[in-house]
DNA sequence: GTATAATATGAACATATGTTCAGATATTAA
DNA sequence: TTAATATCTGAACATATGTTCATATTATAC
């Protein structure tokens, strides 16, 4: 009688450990969602968006003018930012101003200068 | 005589917010790091493999058990979170340990989790 | 020395990502 | 309604990313 395989045969020199770490093994979903919401901040271009808005509101044309890029490309990038719930806009007019949606932004980036600059 | 031109010729809104926002930016070297560092965090692969090394060191035969890739992924991986100075090892024999290299990870997934709890 | 185990590395490959371009949508003013 | 402004969207493209495979290291045991 085989032992039951879960998901591979590969070799494994401490069963133990190996079990332990399968007990609080975050899940295929918890894992995902919390990669989409680090690849937001993982381009320079969304970091300098972020950093700015940490500020104040703007609009998309002043972060386009802002960062030397189109304005159709901060577009997108604001699209990826708020399906990470990370920015939310209100409209005034033809214009919209883009804001943070929470205190997370402000926390995380604080976190990672500190560690950056060790 | 034309105003002086920084990086775009772009329509500017509100130039006193741009102004603002340009006192502040991040400079390239500065996102270019944070990017890197965030980048790290951006996969369900590393990142189960941070969540898992929070509890103990590991070697990598047991991470490629654990997580069901090969040991050559894994490997690749954990040279990508050595370069971001995420993870360290030891060595004892022919077996690499890697363990966190400090403990802004545990923070940080934290304050993640805390988000896309929400 | 040779053989074996654990890990690292480089090339190749498929997929993901970020930007640009052209065109669409939404809002306001005339 | 038409025109103008601000923003959004989809397709196309080049580059980046993550895995696999084959092969190279490194350390130990014989």
Redesign the pocket.
């Known amino acids: 009688m085989p032992a039951p395989l879960d998901q591979c045969q590969c070799?494994i020199?401490h069963e133990e450990k190996v079990q332990r770490a399968r007990q609080s093994l975050l899940s295929g979903e918890e894992t995902d969602r919390l990669?989409?919401f680090f690849?937001a901040f993982?381009?320079?271009?969304?970091l300098k968006m972020l950093w700015s808005l940490l500020q104040e509101e703007m609009?998309?044309?002043?972060l386009?003018a802002l960062l030397g890029?189109?304005?159709?490309?901060?577009?997108?990038?604001?699209?990826?930012l708020?399906q990470a719930a990370l920015v939310t806009?209100r409209?005034?007019?033809?214009?919209?101003?883009?804001r943070l949606a929470d205190d997370h932004v402000r926390q995380l980036v604080e976190l990672a200068l500190e560690h950056i600059e060790e």
């Open positions: 070799r020199i990669a989409l690849k993982a381009d320079p271009t969304r609009c998309v044309c002043d386009a890029v189109s304005e159709s490309a901060v577009s997108h990038q604001l699209r990826l708020r806009n409209r005034e007019g033809p214009v919209l101003y883009y």
